[in-house]
């Protein structure tokens, strides 16, 4: 695994969205390759990755991602943190697949048939060469958010950004996908529901209420959270 040394680091941040405050104070540093982000519905998983893309700006702190704060260099950040939506609809804007998988490559300097032909090669790799130009709104849940997923990774940025990435995909492309994110050498952020898909990364990073409950390797942390859910379910039921 090859890494420059670089970070994420959110630096005292606090943001505040629709009067509630989502986080107070927050300072992490997130060094290594692998780091998992777990924790129940609204506890801040998808806006702690939205501020390290720079979708959303600290009201106070900082955030740096591999060098750059987000707040002066909001233009780039997309193709140093490529982020993977939980919802494929708000990422897909183009009517084909090839087209949508093509246009991170153009924003990388490719010209626009040398972009359409990587993406047309990404999609034969896939085992999915007869999508290119299919209408994407035709495809199913599942198909969108593998459009996404490799839409992102054909724009090679340093920092993966996933956001439940694989809740609709069947389990076979599941399985690749996992195997695709283990074999990157991009900095990979993932929250998810699924713990197994971040049993095997080298931290997991445990969010209540827009704060670290637990910090520490996937072993103690998801132990811990999977007690904490058996629990608090039993309460609910
Ligand atoms: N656009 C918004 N306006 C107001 N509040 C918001 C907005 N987006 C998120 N929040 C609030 O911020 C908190 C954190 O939400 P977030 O979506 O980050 O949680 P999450 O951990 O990703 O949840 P889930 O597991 O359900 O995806 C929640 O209390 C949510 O209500």
Known sequence: MRLDGSTIRLEAVSLDRGGRTVFDDLSLDLPEPRIGLVGDNGSGKSTLLRLMNGLLLPDRGRVLVHGRETARHRKDLPSIAGFIFQNPDHQIIFPTV????????????????????????????????????????????????????????????????????????????????????????????????????????????????????????????????????????????
């Open 98 to 237: 090839v087209e949508e998988i093509a246009f991170g490559l153009r924003h990388r300097g490719f010209a626009r048939r040398e972009a359409e032909q990587r993406a047309t090669a990404l999609l034969e790799e896939t085992g999915r060469g007869d999508w290119a130009d299919r209408p994407v709104h035709e495809l199913s849940q599942g198909e969108k958010q593998l459009v996404c997923i490799l839409s992102v990774l054909a724009m090679e940025p340093r920092v993966i950004l996933l956001d439940e990435p694989f809740s609709s995909l069947d389990l076979v492309t599941r399985e690749a996908m996992a195997r695709r994110v283990r074999r990157l050498d991009q900095q990979v952020v993932m929250a998810s529901h699924e713990l197994d898909m971040i049993a095997d990364f080298d931290r997991v990073v445990w969010l209540e209420r827009g704060r670290v409950r637990a910090d520490g390797t996937p072993g103690e942390v998801l132990a811990a959270y999977r007690r904490h859910a058996r629990e608090a379910g039993e309460v609910m039921a």
